[in-house]
């Protein structure tokens, strides 16, 4: 075959070859088409809107208060908003979030434990974990409650101590209960029958029986029950003043011991609210009872100090001191002393160094905002 007639042979439009290679130009040339004027913008728009999603992201998590971490789809974070580097600093960043977050992944893969409370650094949060599957990252969004986690155990401490002192209440009531029953039992009721006896005795027969006698048996009856009443009820507390109460109160803590104790008076004035008066008074009391018990002092004093209608009292001793560590929970005293300060809207304090004493602070209105009579 001649070769004129085997190249009108090749390029014929019925050879199969140059079929194929002209739909192929055509089919390349329509997928390059596409490809430049359909697929390029919406890969191009796509970048775009992703960028401008993560901008967006970044700009919200800046301006969010709450601690904000965002993790790879490998668990590592990447970046920290400004309040989460001020609890974790930029160090984490690279690390696995599970060195700080232990059960991230059951959080992750639990969409129930959202809100879930976590404790990191001491400190507790809610967590909500938000996955974008399109940008294959997490955003971990913290919300600090560490101090209402701080208040509801303060209040469940002071439940645990309302429960205390309720229990230790009933028992000093029992025990009062049963000292004056006692009391009246074997000291004034015997007393009694025996004055008694002894009126009949003379009414029956005067001449054989001596008044005087009566008269003694009288006076000791009368001696006791005053006894009775002042140990439920100072007796100098209200006939001369908490001035004098707290005098003769020291006097008695000091007596047969190695302390020392002493009141000082700064511009005090007796006030007539009986019911702060001997409130104030008992609080005293246990304070010093305290000292006797723990502070191994030298030396202690009671500060009366009036001050912008407020009386402060500043009950010090040189002892050993109170400390929280040597304690964990107050003493039923402390307790005491508290609640019932707090029973007249009073202010209660406690400080305490160890090996540098202890202080208790009270003060309390005198303008009538107090407990009344």
Do not use: W
């Amino acid at each position: 075959m001649k070769p004129d007639k085997i190249i009108e042979t090749f390029f014929s439009v019925h050879n199969p070859a140059i079929i194929v290679a002209a739909l192929f130009i055509i089919i390349s040339t329509i997928v390059f088409l596409i490809k430049k004027e359909f697929i390029k913008p919406l890969q191009k728009r796509k970048d775009k809107l992703e960028d401008e999603n993560l901008r967006l992201l970044a700009l919200f998590a800046e301006l969010d208060p709450d601690p904000i971490l965002r993790v790879d789809k490998n668990g590592i974070i990447i970046t920290l908003n400004e309040p989460a580097k001020t609890i974790f600093t930029n160090a984490i960043v690279g690390q696995k979030c599970e060195t700080i977050i232990a059960n991230y992944k059951e959080l992750l893969n639990n969409s129930k434990l959202s809100d879930e409370i976590v404790e990191v650094d001491k400190k507790y949060f809610t967590i909500s974990i938000k996955e974008n599957s399109t940008l294959e990252f997490v955003q971990i969004y913290l919300h600090d409650i560490s101090k209402r986690i701080e208040q509801e155990k303060l209040i469940e401490e002071y439940q645990e101590n309302l429960k205390i002192l309720r229990l230790n209440l009933d028992y000093k009531n029992e025990k009062e209960r049963m000292f004056i029953g006692q009391e009246l039992h074997d000291n004034i009721g015997n007393q009694l029958s025996l004055c008694k006896l002894n009126l009949q005795n003379f009414i029956e027969n005067p001449e054989a029986h001596n008044i005087d006698e009566l008269y003694s048996k009288i006076d000791l009856l009368s001696e006791e029950v005053r006894r009775v009443s002042h140990q439920l009820s100072p007796k100098i507390l209200t006939e001369f003043g908490l001035i004098s109460a707290l005098t003769q109160l020291i006097e008695e803590t000091t007596k047969n011991s190695m302390m020392s104790g002493h009141i000082v008076n700064m511009n005090y004035e007796e006030i007539e609210n009986n019911n702060l008066k001997l409130g104030i008074y008992r609080i005293c009391q246990e304070a010093l009872s305290n000292i006797v018990k723990h502070s191994k002092c030298k030396e202690f004093e009671i500060q009366l100090v009036v001050e912008e209608g407020k009386l402060k009292i500043i009950i010090s001793d040189d002892g050993v001191g109170y400390t929280k560590r040597n304690n964990r929970k107050p003493t039923l005293g402390l307790l005491n002393m508290e609640e019932r300060t707090k029973s007249l809207n009073g202010v209660f304090e406690l400080n305490s160094l160890e090996n540098e004493g202890t202080t208790i602070y009270l003060e309390f209105y005198l303008n009538g905002e107090n407990t009344n009579d």
